[in-house]
């Protein structure tokens, strides 16, 4: 089974027991052992946005197909579907409810998102989330989903009548902002498992979110808060 990033790594606990995005077949899980990213603070180019950016201006600078390198192709949005979804097993998952999310996204007011597939020795997925909002409405909220997210190292989600377990682990990552959050998601069921990584950065106003197959995430990371924090005449 895979859970398309795009669909199911939304940072919201709502887009995350979003599964009803699955596909036949194993996703591409990288390497997991890649998790912890070297340590190196964006560089003298690179700073944090004084005032929340818009949703126009965070489109212009989330990654593309020239950033990526060959073999990437952009897919398009699909819609967030929440009906039919149970959470069994987390109480903290489910009191995050619907304040965590609106139609797959956070609750914040500025926002862009891009998804591509990597076509390699199998398909691979990663997707890129920019919002922007005060500082410490971000921090806030942000610290408070991806807590509620790894409080409960294994549950269940049913979509459907399709039972899926949920693993989650928190990882460690290196200092690219003024914070940072990680963590691999492991979803299984039918015998089969997906592993998916996600990694939210923070600089100034400006949250960064790259989800998708471990080993990608990793490759890209650090260019997409670089490009999403970048001081530009035209910003």
Known sequence: MRFHTSTV????????????????GKADSGDPSSS?????????????????LSSAALAKRLLDESDLGEGYTRTPQRAAQHDGVTVIGCPALENLGSEAAIGGS????HKAKASFTYAGASDSEVAEELYSDAEDKLSRNVGRIFEAMTSCPTYQVLTGSTPVT???QTVLVARLGDEQWSQLLTFTTGGRSSI??????????????????P??????VR??????TVVRSAG
Do not use: I, N
């Open 166 to 168: 949920v693993t989650t």
């Open 106 to 109: 956070l609750d914040f007011p």
């Open 9 to 24: 790594l939304s940072l919201s606990a709502l887009a995350v027991l979003a599964l009803t995005g699955c596909s036949t």
């Open 36 to 52: 912890t990213t070297v340590s190196v603070h964006p560089d003298g180019e690179s700073a944090p946005a004084s005032a929340p």
């Open 223 to 228: 260019k997409a808060v670089t490009k999403a």
């Open 215 to 220: 080993g990608l995430v990793d490759a890209h």
């Open 196 to 213: 998916v990584k996600q990694t939210a950065v923070r600089t100034g106003t400006v949250v960064v979110v790259v989800s998708g197959s």
